[in-house]
């Protein structure tokens, strides 16, 4: 057992989209691979937003995914943790208390940038005194608190970007704690990923800025920080930033249109990386060929149209077991010869329906060449319709000469009412003998 320990952060304030759980993934990939612990850890501090049925939700995707997480703990149960670090820093002259209105500080920014200068906080009630934070009690007004930052370069080794470094001069003093006493994400995240020794931080790329402010908060609070790893952000097939129905689209929606779990693990584990993408069926697979050193900085290029692809392969590997239990509440029957004679032609699982409706549901075939199918009908052999298909079209091609897709396709048509699909001989079974003869006659049945 590794000492990995990462964890994944979601904030129950919407649904999980791709974006998102490629960062879960990631995670739990890189955690299983170097035989570690994968944390969830719901980060509901903003109780405006958060809601128990999107963190329902939230734990119903990484379920479906197959990412079991081995611990788990939400920020809300934990204020008293955060309340006690404020005071460590505050004691030790990290954090101070600012009086400034949402809209002093929007003029005070507003003034910097029509001078040409930064909009970063100026850092002015450092200088407040006693009494003049008293005569802001006694308005009424409460302190929201800031970290100190030191004015120093901070530079890490990124798992990801490589060497990093910024120097914080140009960062505002970050918020720790809210006027109404609510703690801001930047510090209840440091102060868990201590108490819960977190040797790993891989997040997106969005949350470099707050890495820089959070290795020195680790530091004030007398820790070390975690490795850091910022994986490049989505964007759509164009590289452009994911589109907005891309960007919003939620797990359950894919779940819906029939992406399988795997399909998604396969092609989110890969986009970004130099290495190509393998559709897989089992995560297991996808385990072994993680590396997350394969990551670049380039943005990785999410396209829905190769996850359908994704998908179809995944969908040729999936043994019956794996999708029994669907098949059955489709009222989908056969078996596993059933689902072998259809399953590589099917985009989704759910689609193995439909040609169940196709074999056993009356169906108004379609006669291209009546003379092939006439003959079709004549020279059906007796016995199990299981082997008969070499044998029945050799002979209804000597009896017509029709040949290639001029003996096939019209026995298609017939029997399914259209030009693709699986292959016919293994449904020759489903279908039955009664239907094929009527089909090839051109009736309904
Ligand atoms: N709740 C944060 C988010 O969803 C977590 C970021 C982090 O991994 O630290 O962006």
């Known amino acids: 057992m590794s000492n990995v320990k990462v964890r994944f952060a979601p904030s129950p304030t919407g649904n999980l989209h791709v974006g998102n759980l490629r960062t879960a993934l990631v995670n739990f990939l890189f955690a299983r691979r170097h035989g570690g612990h994968f944390m969830l850890r719901i980060d509901d501090t903003d109780t405006d937003r958060s809601t128990a049925a999107f963190e329902e939700s939230i734990r119903a995707d990484l379920v479906w995914m ?6 788990e703990d939400r920020q809300s149960a934990r204020l008293e943790r955060y309340d006690a670090a404020l005071q460590q820093l505050v004691a030790d002259g990290r954090a ?8 002093e500080l929007a003029l005070k920014r507003k003034a910097q940038l ?19 934070k008293a005569a802001f009690e006694s308005e009424g007004r409460r302190p929201h608190w800031r970290f100190l930052l030191d004015n120093s370069e901070v530079a890490w080794t990124d798992m990801v970007r490589g060497d990093v470094s910024y120097h914080m001069s140009s960062l505002s003093d970050p918020v720790l704690f809210r006027e109404d006493g609510r703690v801001i994400y930047t510090m209840a995240s440091v102060v868990d990923d201590i108490d819960y020794a977190i040797t790993h931080i891989i997040r997106g790329e969005d949350h470099v800025t707050n890495s820089a402010a959070q290795i ?6 007398g820790a070390t920080a975690p490795v850091m790893g910022h994986v490049a952000l989505l964007a759509g097939a164009d590289g452009e930033g994911l589109s907005k129905r891309l ?13 399988e779990a795997a399909a998604l693990a396969s092609l989110l584990a890969r986009i970004g990386t130099s290495d190509p993408v393998v559709p897989c069926a089992d995560m297991t697979t996808i385990i072994e060929g993680f590396d997350l ?19 179809m392969r995944v969908i040729q590997q999936l043994g019956f077991a794996a999708v029994a239990d669907r098949l059955a509440a489709l009222d989908v029957g056969g078996g596993e010869a059933f689902w072998l004679a259809v399953r590589d032609n099917l985009e989704a699982v759910s689609e193995a329906e439909y040609w169940w409706q196709v074999c056993t549901a009356p169906l108004k075939p379609v006669i291209e060449a009546a003379e092939v199918t006439d003959a079709a009908a004549e ?7 299981g082997d008969v298909w070499g044998d029945w079209t050799k002979s209804v091609g000597a009896a ?18 259209q030009a693709r699909g699986p292959e016919i001989a293994p449904l020759l079974p489903f279908i039955g003998r009664e239907r094929i003869l009527a089909r090839l006659r051109g009736e309904t049945g």
């Open 293 to 311: 050193s394969r990551f670049g900085r380039a943005t990785a290029k999410f396209d829905p149209a190769e996850l359908a692809q994704v998908n």
């Open 400 to 417: 017509t000469g029709a040949r290639g897709r001029g003996l096939f396709m019209p026995i298609r048509l017939a029997l399914t009412g």
């Open 66 to 71: 197959g990412m079991q997480w081995d611990s």
């Open 216 to 221: 020195q908060l680790f530091e004030a609070l």
């Open 96 to 103: 101070y208390a600012c009086y400034e209105t949402p809209e």
């Open 379 to 385: 020279l059906l052999p007796a016995g199990d319709l």
């Open 114 to 132: 029509s001078a040409g200068r930064p909009p970063v906080y100026d850092r002015a009630a450092l200088n407040l005194t006693d009494e003049r």
């Open 247 to 259: 960007g919003s689209l939620s797990i359950g929606q894919l779940r819906e249109d029939g992406t």
